[in-house]
């Protein structure tokens, strides 16, 4: 690696050396900080706020993968965050040296950010994690504070360019209506390199966020629930009935 | 080849063997190269237990009911110390029992072993409310000096200081050293009378420059002629070979029996019989003579037996290594190393059929199930490994590629990761040294933390507010020169005083007459350490002393790097640490010329040791447990599991050849999303640590919340088995503080 790219600075949330729940085998996960949704789910609150975490090297960071290299021949390496593509420039280079290592790479994104960025990052991604929080644009907007319309876009971009796991959150009375299903399978059928939808439960890892939640007749996080396990089991019974690979 | 007496009298025990130098010498070895079958398919050809089987182990359920009730004693003989000889035959069943043997006249009953020292004898009968005989009292405390008695003779001051002060504790010198492993196999091959008449070869061409030599291998034959009274008050002739499966496994386990009537050592291993054992089914098989289903029941027999071994501890002895381990270790699997290209995996139908005990008898601690792993061992037997270890919690690896190529392909591990070629190399057992302790007395001009008392040499403190590194290193290495020239010095007296008074003639009869001695030293608090040094250099430590000038506590000013995070500012200070520590032992010379090992390995009594040992520079407090084994520090170790082990995976072997011990604790729905995904993560894992040089892992998939619920209603669980370090245990029989430390481990896990 020339020097220079090498000195380049990414900011770290946290490392996890063993991921094996982001995308296949075992990974290597890098946790990037700053966000630009706000989440009622989100597992990493800590990594929203793009000021926190510590200023890691490139150098520095392939270090640490190339010592780890032998557990990951099954699995590679993932970028996810908070969203990594808010720090793109670091994350090209970093994925991009994993590439050249014949490591696999996945990056975790919720993919709100300009296209620019994406196709900028598309060559250097062997599998994307993408996750659609609701259909509804302004279901979305209540759950994450951001329309979703960009979102979809990218995703249908990204998905036409690369294989593509699909994430969606189960939450009780909130995405897993019938409706929301259909309109979520109408929108994956059209996903060229999909190979597979993740099916998640909501948790709310104990943590109370103030919040406004605009479309739904809930008001606080704790309200939130996740599904019954009957009702996860026919949404992947629903899902696979319409030809796609779901993992719960 | 020309057929020798021996081969033409034994032609129907060995017909259809492929014939070799196996047939004209003992060599076991020889044999199982030539005649083993490798199996690569899985495990879709195994069996459930029999009937019959099934039925026994309800039997043997209730007397383990019933043994619980009575304190972890069923009952004691006080009268008779235990021989080869000793007692009649016990049965628990007979029609149900195919395999036969147990240590006294009746399942469970302990023997006594006086000659390892008459008071510790006594005091494990008064434990359990049995009182001592008085006759047995009187001969071994005014007529026949005992092992114990023997080591007191020749401490000196200094060792019994040390001893006193925790600075090393458990080592045999008042019970069994054990770590020897017979060669149990060549009586099933070879039938004793063969083995006696070797042995009687060996001792006529003996010098007489070597008189203890002379005696002990007069020894050996008594040992094995009594072997063949044993057997034959079961009724079995063992003079001969072995003629089928069945007797193949008899065979093997009475010679293990003998060995167990005789030593109660810490751990006495089994070996290594899945393709030796395998040979004899794979024959009967094609014979007629034995069916899939049978073949299993031997298997588990056997097994069974195994579960039902007990040994008389005393208390203390329970508190250093928790819940009555035996460690009937026995490895499975590895390669064959003629050369790289012939190489095969040693793995057969067999070391399935072992494994599969833990699903058709239900997880338990022991045998303790050792995996010898390597890269090219067969996909789905890897995979079989995992998926068992998922279930159950109760095997290890160990990494045979690293192994092979200093103990060739017919090794076995004792204890936990004690590797020795078998029949050939033996160990002088030596515990462990306290180095959090020895920093400590470092940091104390040579005075217990503790007690205040000046345990070793004096020296000045070190000067200044903050620990200076450089003054502090080489304090640290000036006393660790010093407790390495006591350690052996102490570790010579207790051996040769073992091979004085309570000599393993029947183990030692099942080795070759002249054979290779380890001395094997341990060191426990080893990422302790590491951590203490790393605050030292990379933070600033501040030494709070007591008016006495000892340091109770310490001030740590700032971030230091963790042993346990792949990061070599604190991991180079673990290996300097072991690799410091051999070099001082190995200035001093051993008993009987034996080499120099080390092993980091703890078993619970990192428990104990931490109990006694006051706070530390790396923040740990006075009285807190240390990590187990060669394992970082719970909860300091936060990058993932990969780095934690990649820390570990540092610590040379080649200092370390008593073993380097890692205990892993992860939450199953940690280690992937579907059965399959778990299964093939946790071989990437164990592949991972092994490429990396890794030398042992104990594989625990388990929820803390599980062990915590345990705690509270351990009448819920009775076989919830975890791996600890080097061994498996039962979770409810160790005590709340082993609990707890087992508790506040680092369970890989997910935000």
Redesign the interface.
Same mark, same amino acid.
């Given at each position: 690696m020339d020097s220079a790219r090498g000195k380049i600075e990414g900011q770290i949330n %946290? +490392?996890? %050396?063993? @991921?094996? +729940?982001d995308g296949p @085998?075992?990974r *290597?996960v890098v946790f990037m900080q700053g966000c630009p949704l706000k989440c009622v789910f989100c597992?990493?609150a800590g990594a929203i706020d793009l000021k926190g975490g510590k200023k890691v090297t490139l150098d520095k960071l392939m270090e &640490?993968i190339d &010592?780890?290299i032998? *557990? +990951? &021949?099954? @699995?590679g390496i993932t970028v996810s965050g908070g969203e990594p593509t808010l720090q793109w420039r670091f994350v090209k280079e970093f994925l991009s040296a994993c590439g050249q290592r014949g490591l696999h790479t996945a990056l975790d994104t919720c993919l709100f950010t300009k296209k620019d960025v994406l196709v900028n990052l598309i060559p250097e991604v062997d599998l994307f994690l993408v996750s659609v929080k609701h259909m509804d644009a302004e279901k979305h907007f209540g759950l994450t504070g951001r329309d979703n319309k960009l979102i979809l876009e990218n995703i249908r971009y990204a998905a036409s360019k690369k294989p593509v796991w699909l994430r969606y959150v189960l939450i009780e009375g909130i995405t897993d209506s019938e409706e929301d299903l259909l309109d979520l399978i109408g929108f994956a059928k059209k996903l060229e390199k999909l190979e597979l939808i993740e099916l998640l439960s909501f948790s709310s890892?104990g943590v109370e966020k103030q919040r406004e939640f605009k479309g739904f007749k809930i008001t606080k996080t704790k309200d939130l629930k996740a599904p019954s396990l009957k009702k996860v089991l026919w949404a992947k019974k629903l899902l696979e009935e319409n030809g796609f690979k779901v993992?719960? | 080849m020309e057929e020798t007496d021996f081969a033409k009298n034994n032609k129907y025990a060995w017909r259809e063997f492929k014939g070799g130098a196996w047939q004209n010498e003992i060599n076991v070895q020889d044999f199982i190269q030539a005649n083993y079958f490798f199996y690569s398919g899985n495990e879709s050809f195994l069996e459930k237990p029999t009937q019959r089987t099934l039925e026994l182990f309800s039997k043997k359920k209730e007397l383990l009911k019933k043994e619980a009730k009575r304190n972890g004693v069923y009952d004691i003989d006080v009268k008779t110390p235990s021989t080869i000889i000793s007692h009649a035959p016990g049965y628990v069943d007979r029609k149900l029992e195919l395999i036969v043997g147990y240590q006294t006249d009746q399942p469970l009953k302990v023997g006594i072993k006086p000659k390892g020292g008459i008071k510790f004898t006594e005091k494990a009968c008064n434990a359990y409310g049995f009182e001592l005989d008085e006759t047995v009292k009187d001969i071994f405390e005014n007529y026949s000096k005992t092992h114990n008695d023997g080591v007191f003779s020749a401490y000196s001051k200094d060792i019994k200081n040390l001893r006193h002060n925790c600075l090393i504790t458990g080592l045999p010198d008042n019970y069994g050293r054990g770590r020897i492993i017979g060669d149990y196999r060549r009586v099933a091959l070879y039938g004793v009378k063969k083995l006696i008449a070797e042995k009687q070869k060996d001792f006529e061409k003996l010098s007489f420059s070597d008189i203890q030599l002379r005696e002990e291998v007069f020894e050996q034959i008594s040992a094995l002629e009594e072997l063949i009274e044993m057997a034959y008050s079961y009724g079995f002739d063992l003079t001969r070979p072995a003629l089928d499966a069945r007797e193949a496994v008899q065979w093997t386990w009475f010679a293990y029996l003998a060995a167990i009537k005789e030593q109660d050592g810490a751990a006495m291993s089994f070996g290594r019989v899945d393709c030796f054992f395998d040979i004899f089914i794979e024959r009967d098989l094609k014979e007629g003579t034995l069916t899939e289903s049978r073949a299993q029941e031997l298997i588990d027999q056997l097994i069974l037996k195994m579960r039902f071994v007990r040994h008389l501890r005393h208390p203390e002895y329970n508190a250093l290594f928790a819940g009555q381990p035996t460690w009937i270790t026995c490895v499975i699997g590895g390669m064959t190393v003629a050369n790289d290209v012939d190489k095969k995996p040693l793995v057969t139908k067999t070391s399935f059929r072992m494994l599969h005990t833990l699903t058709n008898l239900e997880p338990a601690p022991e045998p303790n199930l050792t995996v010898l792993w390597s890269e090219s061992l067969p996909g789905d037997f890897k995979e079989y490994c995992c998926r068992i270890s998922i279930e159950s919690s109760s095997i290890q690896y160990e990494n045979d590629d690293l192994m092979k190529p200093l103990f060739g392909t017919d090794y076995a591990i004792a204890c936990c990761v004690s590797a020795m070629r078998i029949g050939k190399e033996m160990q002088f057992f030596g515990a462990r040294c306290n180095g959090p302790k020895l920093l400590l007395l470092a940091l104390n001009g040579g005075k217990d933390e503790l007690t205040g008392n000046q345990i070793a040499p004096a020296k000045p403190v070190p000067s200044g507010e903050f620990l200076d590194y450089a003054e502090v290193r080489e304090k640290y290495l000036f006393y660790c020169d010093w407790l390495a020239e006591q350690y052996v010095n102490a570790m010579n007296i207790i051996h040769f005083m073992h091979d004085k008074y309570a000599y393993e003639s029947l183990q030692m009869a099942l080795h070759d007459t002249s054979v290779k001695r380890f001395m094997a030293f341990g060191l426990a608090g080893l990422s302790v350490i590491a951590d203490s040094l790393s605050a030292i250099r990379y933070a600033k430590v501040k030494p709070v002393r007591d008016e006495n000038g000892i340091a109770v506590d310490f001030e740590v000013q700032g971030d230091f790097p963790k042993f346990g995070n792949d990061d070599s500012r604190a991991d180079d200070l673990a290996v300097e640490a072991v690799n410091a520590f051999i070099g001082f032992l190995k200035k001093y010379p051993t008993y009987r010329n034996s080499e120099h090992s080390l092993s980091i390995l703890t078993i619970t009594s990192n428990v104990v040791y931490g109990k006694k040992t006051g706070a530390t520079p790396d923040t740990r407090k006075s009285g807190e447990p240390f990590a187990p084994g060669a394992n970082p520090m719970h909860g300091r170790d936060t990058e993932g599991a990969v780095a934690s082990l990649n820390s570990v995976a540092k610590i040379p072997y080649s200092s370390c050849l008593d073993g380097i011990s890692n205990t892993f604790s992860i939450v199953p729905a940690f280690l992937g999303k579907t059965e399959k995904d778990r299964i093939a993560n946790l071989k990437g894992l164990i592949e991972g640590y092994f490429a990396k040089n890794g030398h042992h892992l104990n594989v625990n998939v388990l929820d803390r919340d599980l062990l915590l619920d345990a705690m509270k209603n351990p009448q819920k669980y009775p076989n919830l088995t975890i791996r600890v370090s080097g061994y498996a245990v039962n979770f409810t029989r160790l005590n709340k503080e082993q609990q707890k430390e087992v508790v506040s481990r680092t369970f890989h896990c997910s935000v």
């Open positions: %946290s +490392l996890q %050396s063993f @991921g094996t +729940l @085998g075992i *290597y597992h990493n &640490k &010592k780890c032998p *557990y +990951l &021949k099954q @699995g890892m993992v719960v | -």
